[in-house]
C-alpha cells in the first residue's frame, strides 16, 4: 500500500514541477503582452488619460496682434490624452512578426475657456513585452519620421526593473534617462518610481517681435530651449504609468542668453485619476504576479517535496529485497 501511494505522490510531484515551468516559461509569456487595442473596452477603442495643473507663466502670441499682454500667468491647464491602438497594422506580418504593436496617440493642452495651448500626434510601433519602440509601421511623430530611441513613452516593460531606463520624449525626440529613485505606494498599489532630469535642450525656432527681447531690430529669430524634471510611477508587473508629473519649463534664447519664459508649468495626474488606473491595472497586475512567481515557487517546492516522498515510498522495504535475494539464491540450480 505504502508502494503504491509512493507512485501517486511520485506522479504527483512530477505534475507540479512540469506545471511550475509551464506557468513560469510558457503562460507567462504568453500573457506579458501589451494588448494590441488598448481600448477595447472603451466606446470607439480609445483610451482617454487626464492630468491638470498650471501654468506658472505662458507665452500667449495671440496677445500681440491687438496690444495686449502676451504674458499669461497662474494658468489652470488639463492635459488630455487619447489613445488608439491600430490592430489592422499589428496584424501585418512585419508587426506580429516581430511582437509589436501599434498606437496612434493625440495629446493636448487646453486652458479654461477650452482654447488648445499645445497639440501633437504620435504613432509608436513597440515590442509588446520590452516596450522598445521600432521604426516600423509608420512610426512618427506629428507627421514627421524620427529615429525613435529607448521604451515606449507610453509604457514601460512588463516586469520592470529596479534600474534606469531610456524613455523617449516627444519634444526634444531623445531619450534621455528615467533613474529609479525608489519605490512609493499610491492608493494601495506598490509602484517604482523614476525622475527623468531633461536639461534645457534647443528643439526648434521662433521668430518674435524685436521689442519683446529688448532687440531694436524689427523681429528676432531665436532657438526655443525645452526642460522638464518627469517623475513616472509605475506598476513593476505590468508596467503600466500609474502617475506621471512633469515640471516642464521652454525658453526663448537669443545670442546663449534666455530672454523670455514661453512655458513654466507643472502638470501631473489628479487623485481621482491615479486611484482608476490603479483599479483598472490592479487585477491584471496581481493575476501575472501570481503566475509569475507565488504559484510556480509554491508548485515547485510542494512537487519537489512530493516527488522526494514519492520515491521513498515506492523503494522495495530492505527486508523484502534481501528476502528475494535470497529466494533466488535457492531457487538457482545447480550446474
Known amino acids: 500500500m505504502k508502494r503504491v501511494i509512493g507512485f501517486v505522490l511520485a506522479g ?11 506557468l513560469k516559461f510558457y503562460a507567462v509569456p504568453q500573457l506579458a503582452k501589451a494588448p494590441l487595442s488598448p481600448g477595447a473596452d472603451e466606446p470607439d477603442g480609445i483610451t482617454v488619460s487626464v492630468n491638470e495643473g498650471t501654468a506658472v507663466t505662458l507665452f500667449n502670441p495671440g496677445a500681440l496682434a491687438t496690444g495686449g499682454d502676451p504674458i499669461r500667468r497662474n494658468v489652470p491647464v488639463v492635459s488630455t490624452r487619447f489613445t488608439r491602438g491600430d490592430v489592422q497594422a499589428a496584424e501585418a506580418p512585419e508587426a506580429k512578426d516581430n511582437n509589436i504593436a501599434v498606437y496612434d496617440s493625440f495629446s493636448r493642452l487646453t ?3 477650452g482654447t488648445v495651448l499645445s497639440a501633437g500626434t504620435i504613432r509608436v510601433a513597440f515590442d509588446r513585452t520590452s516596450s522598445e519602440l521600432s521604426e516600423c509601421c509608420g512610426a512618427n511623430v506629428d507627421g514627421a519620421d524620427v529615429a525613435f530611441a529607448g521604451i515606449n513613452p507610453l509604457k514601460f516593460p512588463f516586469f520592470v526593473e529596479k534600474r534606469s531606463y531610456d524613455y523617449f520624449d516627444t519634444t526634444i525626440l531623445q531619450a534621455p534617462p528615467a533613474e529609479y529613485v525608489g519605490e512609493e505606494e499610491l492608493f494601495g498599489m506598490n509602484t517604482y518610481k523614476f525622475v527623468q532630469n531633461i536639461p534645457p535642450t534647443q528643439y526648434t525656432e521662433i521668430e518674435v517681435p524685436g521689442d519683446l527681447v529688448g532687440s531694436e531690430e524689427a523681429s528676432v529669430v531665436g532657438g526655443r530651449f525645452y526642460s522638464n524634471v518627469r517623475t513616472l ?4 508587473v505590468t508596467g503600466s504609468v500609474i502617475k506621471g508629473y512633469e515640471e516642464q519649463k521652454q525658453t526663448l534664447r537669443v545670442d546663449g542668453e534666455d530672454k523670455l519664459v514661453l512655458v513654466e ?15 483598472d491595472t490592479q487585477s491584471t497586475s496581481n493575476l501575472l504576479n501570481m503566475l509569475n512567481s507565488t504559484i510556480p515557487l509554491v508548485a515547485a517546492i510542494l512537487g519537489v517535496l512530493a516527488l522526494v516522498g514519492g520515491l521513498l ?11 528475494a535475494s535470497e529466494d533466488e539464491e535457492w531457487a538457482t540450480p545447480v550446474q
Request: negative net charge; without cysteine.
Open 12 to 22: 504527483l510531484g512530477a505534475f507540479l514541477l512540469v506545471l511550475a515551468g509551464m
Open 111 to 113: 486652458d479654461p475657456e
Open 233 to 236: 510611477w509605475v506598476d513593476p
Open 265 to 279: 508649468a507643472n502638470v501631473g495626474g489628479t487623485d481621482a485619476a491615479v486611484q482608476q488606473t490603479v483599479e
Open 313 to 323: 515510498l515506492s523503494r522495495k522495504p530492505a527486508e523484502e529485497e534481501v528476502v
